[in-house]
């Protein structure tokens, strides 16, 4: 059997105790390793886990998943997620893969980065689309994210945004050359989430428009969600490109119209709480 297994998002003792007896049993066991970390590296969950672990690249999932299900009906397999197995649409591939070698698969949830941004006081059944915010280069700068946060918020719903991660990417040069040589990882934080907003709003100025998110718009950035060290800061957009946060990983959510619940929470984890009322007023009912 394939075991997709969930491991939460702080550190090896958040895997649940179902998973723990999924991983024990298992002959081998992988570690995907490229849309989302853990505050603990693979050492402190082999010793916790008491298992060896096989990491698990975006270039073995995708192009060698066929590895990962060898003799998986045989034999017991897991490939643990950090967060929730679903978080990520790759993970879809892998259990049709399994599905049409005839290998039955079971999935052991977890708490992920979408149910756990609760944690700041947005209710969760107020959240429109998720988007992902990809790091920017001197060539290309997509602004598609935006209008999905433009139209989540015109219908009064909250955004979260995940945040781009960047793990074992090449160079372009060294990718025409067929070099494997990797980049340092790269994972984005919510100043510079908050700037490539802050770049669109100004772009979309000078093309005439008045954009449904601005400079005072209220936002909250959070970083190392479920970890012992977790941080929340809630304020304008202008006060999410400086806020510091600390190391990642970072997500942010851009407010649609808010319950006065709502604004009571943020009010817990704002950076000027006269600056947050007074920008939230006009969205909150």
């Known amino acids: 059997m394939l075991y997709l297994v969930g491991l939460g998002l702080g550190d090896a003792k958040d895997i649940t105790v179902k998973g723990l007896e999924a991983v024990r049993r298992c002959r081998r066991v992988y570690l995907e390793a490229y849309t989302s970390v853990l505050t603990v590296g693979k050492e ?82 107020n959240f429109g689309e998720t988007v992902s915010i990809v790091f920017w280069t001197d060539t290309w700068k997509p602004e598609s994210f935006f209008d999905k946060i433009k139209k989540n918020r015109q219908n009064g719903m909250h955004t979260l945004c995940l945040l ?19 980049e340092p990882p790269r994972y984005m934080s919510v100043n510079q ?33 479920g970890a012992p060290d977790q941080k929340i800061a809630s304020g304008t957009l202008h006060q999410m490109a400086t806020v510091e946060l600390g190391g990642p990983l970072h997500s942010m959510i851009v407010t649609g119209t808010m319950h006065p619940l709502e604004l009571e929470m943020l009010k817990l984890f704002s950076v000027d709480s006269s600056k947050l009322e007074n920008n939230a007023f006009q969205k909150t009912t």
């Open 164 to 182: 781009d991660i960047k793990v074992k990417e090449q160079s372009l040069e060294n990718l025409m050359k067929g070099r494997k040589i990797y």
């Open 193 to 225: 989430a908050a700037e490539q907003l802050l770049a669109i709003i100004q772009n979309r100025r000078l093309q005439g428009e008045e954009p449904e998110i601005t400079e005072n718009t209220i936002c909250v950035g959070l970083a190392r969600v």
């Open 44 to 125: 402190a969950l082999e010793e916790f886990y008491g298992k060896e672990l096989i990491l698990a690249d975006r270039e073995t999932v995708e192009q060698e998943a066929d590895s990962i299900l060898e003799d998986a009906d045989v034999c017991d397999v897991a490939f643990l997620v950090v967060g929730d197995p679903f978080g990520a649409t790759t993970h879809s591939d892998l259990v049709l893969r399994a599905v049409s070698l005839g290998i039955p698969y079971r999935v052991i949830h977890n708490a992920s980065i979408m149910n756990a941004v609760g944690c700041c006081g947005l209710q969760l059944y």
